[in-house]
């Protein structure tokens, strides 16, 4: 809180490593017959996923299960249930429990599928990555869907609540992300003229160590109580 009561708060933006932003000059592998989906939940993954994903997989047509690949980032101790439930399916895929190249797993993502945290989605947002979002229910104040809610706002991401959500639906959402690319491109474009235009990110880290030192250095910035 800084200054008067009537403003005591300042907008930094969420600070994102610079990896994010560099890995986005770098050429993308053409994988258009492919598509890459990553899937994340968080740090300890999301067991939303881990039903839902097989399941829709097993609606597609072999043919379009066999251009699927798949990384699913999945929670602790479920990677044997997984094995078992990604069985007989067409698509590859690898099993990991935790992602520590994350910049490059997400920039080599066609689409993403993800909770709505704030520091997910200021990540997305510096790789340009399209996704598809579910917002965890049980936050507090509802604050992922509101987040979500400004993706979908700008066409940045496509969003559905937790309840109601259907293999059938995420099987027609992978279909139209295979058959309609341009879709995914068309996105990716809307994220990178949101993040240049309203949402900049890149200097968040910068400006709240500078903050912190003018602060240090500068008590009258400090708000009276």
Known sequence: ????????????GIPVRREFFHIVHQKKEDSSDILNILIIGGSQGASLWSDLVPAALRLLSHQNQSRVSIVHQHPPGAASSLQKAYKNIGCTYDLVPFIDNMPQRLY??????SRAGGSTLAELMAVHAPSFLVPYPYCKD??????????????????????????????????????????L????????????????????????????????????LRSSN
């Open 108 to 113: 080599s993502a066609a689409v993403v599928f």
């Open 142 to 183: 509802q604050h992922q869907e509101k987040n979500a809610a400004f993706f979908k706002k700008k066409g940045m991401a496509w969003v559905h609540a937790e309840v109601g959500l259907k293999p059938s639906m995420l099987a027609r959402l992978i279909e139209r992300c295979l058959h309609s690319p341009d879709d």
């Open 1 to 12: 809180y800084v200054g008067k009561r009537k403003k005591k708060w300042i907008h930094t």
């Open 185 to 220: 491109k068309e996105m990716s474009k809307k994220i990178l003229v949101s993040d240049t235009d309203t949402i900049d990110n890149k200097h968040s880290a910068k400006f709240i160590s500078n903050f912190l030192f003018d602060l240090k250095e500068n008590p009258l």
